[in-house]
């Protein structure tokens, strides 16, 4: 029997609109279904279709017509979920909406929306009738849309368009409201969130636990796609004990996910012909692409607490047996007539090219066009090789090699694609064009017949691809260097406790003449080259907007900076040679491809005698403090909602800056 939440509570992606559609929909039903979810959001600015785009607006508020909407579907009548069962665990939680409360300047806080929920969530009853029970609708709004600028631009895994403050379940309001607190929040209410976090992991536990693993039943996608939401802030929280208790959640979620058959294209359509049913375009599109979007974001957080936490990875590319993504366009397409009007321009094609063939040695292999995120799941792929190699080396050291050379040309191919993307992205338009297919890719909110659109995508992929490089250039270091090690020599440099010391100091030598060996070889220099990109990579994307808080960045760009402050000085304190003196030849890294120049070729492999310069400045142990004491700074501001980075950045401040 199937007890999850999704048999109960009403779903947050295009799973939204299952609710209200009857078990066996008619076309009918199904437009008035979705016309109902499908609502442009009043005057919230990334989700509203100037018109043009879309003629038929839709006003939901006037639809609703109480202003007390719980986790129901919003349409006043029982939930006839797809395939539920019919039985209630538990009374449905109830959050009350206040529509009355139009004044933009509400006096309403984070802090009380937090209390509310919280209070939901565990059932507590009102301590006294004075107590704020509601939260008003013009607050949520604000909330979701902030939520949708920020988290979900890195992390699209509910399909944002039917989001719906009034009419989706209470644990999908609690996971938004966290998720935006957090980023945008007073640091004083982080424990508050952090209390509504565990609450929902601990449900979502509970009710994965109790799922029936019996793949012909209907698979509780929202829950689904709540605990990968809770799984992935707790990871964007960057604090460890809280990303420790998210990592079971996990486990059990990609458990479900595998054993279900949600990795195979041909399960998802069994799944939806058996039980939801229709052949309403945007109800097919909907039911099938969001579990393109759960593989896509469970295998990237995965990667990243893989490389976070050095341990190997639970998911390979390589069981991703589903078709490419659509374009964020048709992800986001907000309102049903831009539905359709994408639908004309989106390359349908990329559906029937699978995630597992990917490879950036073909990347004309890819229909109408490799884009940003195909790139990214091919890096994704890499960090498994990359993690099997290290254990590799030690057996097999000359198999080891070639494969090493392999996964950096690859690597190397993949940055060049990323600049050929981003040159293509600004070349005139000709209809059909690669061109046109990346701009259109990136539509959002707004329409391809506004006079601003071209603008808007074109920092969208921007946007995107600043977030790719980071990742790429993580993997070259890794490939290159062993930051754990590192890091046990030059930021822990007391032996455990319970080592023997002689022992210990034995230890200690050998890791230390592994470092210095690594420093003189090519591997120090390329990994060296990869850690003062990061850096030019992190300032090339300030640049869009230097006012953009860190918050905007994915921690993926926190991690990366810190393993290339750890790279630069293991590098510096070893190579003994000081490049300061202006007659030794020096080639200069100032731009992200610079590694694939000739002159940075022939330093990383013959290295003596010459040397590098960063912007200008030589790379030697006279200038390492200022170089790490820019990055540590950049750490420290980001430890405000990635707290890793605060600890990094202290320890670098304190074991090398002493300050
Ligand atoms: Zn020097």
Redesign the pocket.
Known sequence: MLRCMTARLPPMSLAGIEPVIPVMPTKQDAVEAINARYVPKEGSDPREEPAGDGPVQFHHHQQQQSSNVGSDSGSGTPTPTLGSPGILAAEPLFLQIDENDTDPHVNFSRATALGILYRILTRKPLASPSEPNAIPRTWLSKCIDSYLKTFHARWPICHAPVINEATDSVQVIATIVIIESWLHGDVKLKDQILRIHECLVKQFYRELNECDMDPTQPWPADLYQLSLLNVVFAFETGKDSVIRQSRMLFSLLVSALRMNGCFQEDAIETQRLTHYPGDFRPWIFGTTERWKRIATCAFKVDTYLSILYGQPPLLRRAELELGLTSTFAMWNSYGIMVFFDRCRSEPWTRGNYNMSQLDVRKPEEVPSGILPEDIQLCLLGLWNDIWSLKKETAVNPDIAALKKADLYHKLCLALDQLDTIVAESRKPLVVGGYTATILKSYLGGESSRSPNWRQDVTSRLDSCIHNIRPLLLLLIIHLHADIRRMRELYLCPNPPLQMDPSAASRAWQQNMLAVQEWALSPDGRTAVVASLQVWVAYKSSLLMDPSQPAYCFDPIFYMALSAAATVLWAWTMNDEA???DPAIPKSDIAHIGMHLQPDIQSWIRGGSGSGISFWGQ?V????VASNVADWAETLAVAGKTWEIAADDASMFRGTWLNV
Do not use: A
């Open positions: 000081c490049v300061c030589p030697c142990r006279c200038h």
